[in-house]
């Protein structure tokens, strides 16, 4: 078990991973509650910035937005430069005109399903992974949005669930998080103690 401020403290003395950039990936199941840890591990951090894979996804490419990442996020923090990239828009369906700058901060927060991909982890210098059993994420998930987007969970749960079998992101994890009523528990993931390795 840990908190969060030694575990961001722990992160910091990390070596960079991605150029002068320690990459954290927030992974789990939608409504495991990454972007709500993620923020509050970025404020530990003094402010981390955080990438939202949500903003990166489309309609049509729930979860193909792989070379979108490496593209514009991971290649320029990997050279040390200003990464640029325009966030989607859920409502009008189409990409930002104007893109959002990410500056080579040290340490850089990407949160969301899949941000632990196998494309990913050589970036990485630590894979979280929100430990919330896929059903009960799921009915947060959908408790939070509504019935309005009913629809879409039912076109959400096989999508991910498909990905995760292809390309499975909780064995490679270096902490499981674990929320409990006194705050989060940090604990050893699978690949610390199993020896798996994080690519």
Not at 59 to 80: N, S
Not at 95 to 101: E, I, S
Not at 130 to 143: E, I, K
Request: net charge positive.
């Amino acid at each position: 078990m840990d908190t969060l401020s030694s575990f961001a403290r722990h992160l910091m003395a990390a070596p960079p991973s991605c150029g002068p950039v320690r990459l954290v990936a927030v992974d789990g199941h939608a409504g495991s509650g990454k972007s709500t840890f993620a923020a509050r591990l970025a404020a530990e951090l003094g402010g981390a910035p955080v990438v939202h894979t949500d903003d990166l996804a489309t309609h049509d490419e729930l979860f193909a937005w792989t070379d979108r990442l490496r593209v514009q996020i991971l290649q320029p923090l990997a050279r040390g430069t200003t990464a640029r990239y325009a966030p989607y828009d859920w409502v009008g369906r189409r990409f930002a005109d104007r893109p959002r700058a990410l500056p080579p901060a040290p340490v850089v927060l990407i949160e969301g399903v899949g941000s632990g991909r196998r494309a990913v982890r050589p970036y990485l210098a630590r894979l979280l992974w929100m430990d919330v059993p896929d059903r009960t994420a799921w009915s947060r998930g959908q408790l939070r949005d509504g019935p309005g987007l009913s629809a879409f969970w039912d076109d959400w749960r096989p999508a991910e669930r498909a990905h995760f079998v292809s390309d499975p992101s909780r064995p490679f994890a270096d902490t499981l998080v674990r929320r409990g009523p006194a705050g989060y528990a940090l604990l050893p993931g699978p690949a610390a103690t199993t020896g798996i390795p994080p690519a």
